[in-house]
């Protein structure tokens, strides 16, 4: 059993910055993938961001490529999402989920973990 705690939302103008946080607790959890997942109002969660288990892979959507950047501390049992230079379309609640395995991947039901959530909010 994986709990995930996320922290770091807020709300913040264009072209600004934020720093998600992750805490998991449990066992495993250097062996699991870990992603970010966002769902703006109105719209299907999609995929953001994924790390493998030690940090050396990284897969990112078209999207946020470029501005965003996920990483791990296995020591901390944590995963960030640095998010920079954010637009008001990255408005959204931002999910972190872990996937047991060392596969990275895009699809949400391919994670058996999520958390609660914490929302993200661009003023234009």
């Known amino acids: 059993q994986v709990q995930l705690v996320e922290s770091g939302g807020g709300l913040v103008q264009a072209g600004g910055s934020l720093r998600l946080s992750c805490a998991a607790s449990g066992r495993s959890f250097n062996r699991n993938t870990m992603g970010w997942f966002r769902q703006a109002p109105g719209k299907e969660r999609e995929f953001v961001a994924a790390v493998n288990f030690s940090g050396g892979s990284t897969l990112y959507a078209d999207s946020i490529k470029g501005r965003f950047t996920i990483s791990r501390d296995n020591a901390k049992n944590t995963v960030y999402l640095q998010m920079n230079s954010l637009k008001p379309e990255d408005t959204a609640v931002y999910y972190c989920?872990?996937?047991?395995?060392?596969?990275?991947?895009?699809?949400?039901?391919?994670?058996?973990?999520w958390g609660q959530g914490t929302q993200v909010t661009v003023s234009s």
């Open positions: 989920a872990a996937r047991l395995g060392q596969l990275l991947g895009t699809i949400r039901y391919d994670y058996n973990y």
